[in-house]
């Protein structure tokens, strides 16, 4: 349950204003099924993640307990400050729009999830929690519970959250994560 928990919260709080969250309002500024939107981030999500964890699962399983401790704590440091980089906004090929809501936001997610802040984290839980599902399960619900709500409430909400804020405080529980994996392993 823990690393179902440490998902959710990790990617849920890392993932707003993401550049991921900004695809999710420009499609839901284009396309008018927003259930096609939400299924198509959900889709990709399941997929991009569902490797992610399997990869970290895999450096769990093949590296010493010393060695991994290190690799996922300098990790959680170096995306908890990364996460103080405002992502920029890329440019949207006009060729994807003809795909359709669905199959645009597929594609459109599944790629920019590639390398992306919320992927590395989903790696990074899955190797210090050794534990595919719930790791894939909740960085899942963390990037639905950060993205359905831009997806219909669009400029409004974006226009609300203070993402500085909400980016410092990813920052900080990053960093706490990176900490903590010291601490527990050396103390406890």
Known sequence: ????????????????????????????????????????????????????????????????????????????????????????????????????AFLATTVLFFFAEIGDKTQIATVILAAKYNDFYPVLLGTTAGMMLANVPVVYLGCWLLNKLPFKQVRRGACVLFILMGLGTLLHYYYF
């Open 1 to 100: 349950m823990d690393a179902f928990i440490a998902s959710v919260l990790a990617v849920a709080v890392a993932e707003v204003g993401d550049k991921t969250q900004l695809l999710a309002l420009f499609l839901s500024a284009v396309f008018a099924r927003k259930s096609a939107i939400v299924i198509g981030i959900l889709i990709a999500t399941l997929l991009n993640h569902a490797v992610s964890a399997w990869f970290g699962v895999w450096i769990s399983e093949n590296l010493s307990d010393s060695i991994l401790t290190w690799i996922v704590a300098v990790s959680f440091l170096v995306v908890g400050c990364w996460l103080l980089i405002p992502d920029k906004e890329e440019e949207i090929d006009e060729k994807y729009v003809k795909w359709g």
